[in-house]
């Protein structure tokens, strides 16, 4: 397998080429992801249940949006029904969940250095009042406030591997028949060798997002399906394009 590595530029160059592919069937995209919303309010109203559901479905919904971005690349129309083509092909929806799997397993592991952290100040506080020792509160705090940013970077660390494994992982999936775990090394491979190019997306979209909600948050019901065009056109120059002297090729 062979990912590009793109311009900087380039994370711009996405947005457009996301804008075009929603400019195609504006209504359409908008409907289908009135529906993902929907799904995911009716799955949020379900405690704890809900949210890892939701957690597990999200890259099967992810992955027939962006089925019907490749379909409309391709020249043919967009249809409501592409949403849930991760449901129809079955060979792909297994690997899709697994890869909600891993997100929630990244989740739970984010939580539980959390829960240490919390834990081991609470038991630490403890320990030092049963032993009468005078520690000054301005030195305990020093010592948690630096055990914190520790916790604070492993569990953003944690996030941003998530992030990484299925910025890719889910196209790679649904359009490019890989499984799961493979899927996910060359997505965060490929996020690494892009980092400039997918750092400029995301300060681009972080300014259309904030844009987006001023109007009520009508803006975001655009912004959605841009996004998700968007990360295709992606895809499409990274694994897809055919390789070039920038090409980089990436373990199987």
């Known amino acids: 397998m062979t990912a590009i590595r793109a311009n900087a530029g380039r994370g711009w160059g996405w947005i457009v080429e996301g804008w075009q592919l929603f400019a195609k069937a504006p209504g359409v995209w908008i409907v289908i992801l009135l529906i993902y919303l929907a799904i995911s309010v009716v799955l949020?109203?379900?405690?704890?249940?809900?949210?890892?559901?939701?957690?597990?479905?999200?890259?099967?919904?992810?992955?027939?949006?962006?089925?019907?971005?490749?379909?409309?690349?391709?020249?043919?129309?967009?249809?409501?029904?592409?949403?849930?083509?991760?449901?129809?092909d079955q060979e792909r929806m297994g690997p899709l969940v697994m890869l909600g799997l891993l997100s929630v397993a990244g989740y739970i592991l984010a939580f539980i250095v959390f829960m240490i952290f919390i834990g081991g100040s609470f038991a630490t506080g403890l320990a030092l009042n049963s032993t009468g020792a005078n520690v000054p509160n301005e030195a305990m705090g020093g010592i948690l406030a630096g055990v914190g940013l520790i916790v604070m970077l492993i569990v953003i660390t944690i996030g941003i591997l998530i992030a990484m494994?299925?910025?890719?992982?889910?196209?790679?999936?649904?359009?490019?028949?890989?499984?799961?775990?493979?899927?996910?090394?060359?997505?965060?491979?490929?996020?690494?060798?892009?980092?400039?190019?997918?750092?400029?997306?995301?300060?681009?979209?972080?300014?259309?997002?904030?844009?987006?909600?001023?109007?009520?948050?009508?803006?975001l019901l655009v912004l959605g399906p841009v996004t998700v065009c968007a990360i295709y056109a992606s895809y499409r120059e990274i694994f897809e394009e055919p390789p070039s002297t920038t090409g980089v090729h990436l373990a199987k």
């Open 44 to 88: 949020s109203l379900i405690p704890l249940i809900g949210m890892i559901g939701h957690t597990l479905l999200n890259p099967v919904l992810a992955g027939g949006m962006l089925y019907g971005a490749a379909a409309q690349a391709r020249g043919e129309n967009l249809e409501i029904a592409h949403l849930f083509q991760g449901f129809r």
């Open 165 to 219: 494994a299925l910025f890719y992982g889910v196209p790679l999936v649904m359009l490019g028949r890989q499984n799961a775990w493979p899927a996910v090394q060359a997505s965060i491979a490929a996020s690494w060798i892009n980092m400039l190019p997918l750092l400029v997306f995301g300060l681009i979209y972080m300014v259309l997002g904030i844009i987006s909600v001023i109007p009520l948050g009508l803006g």
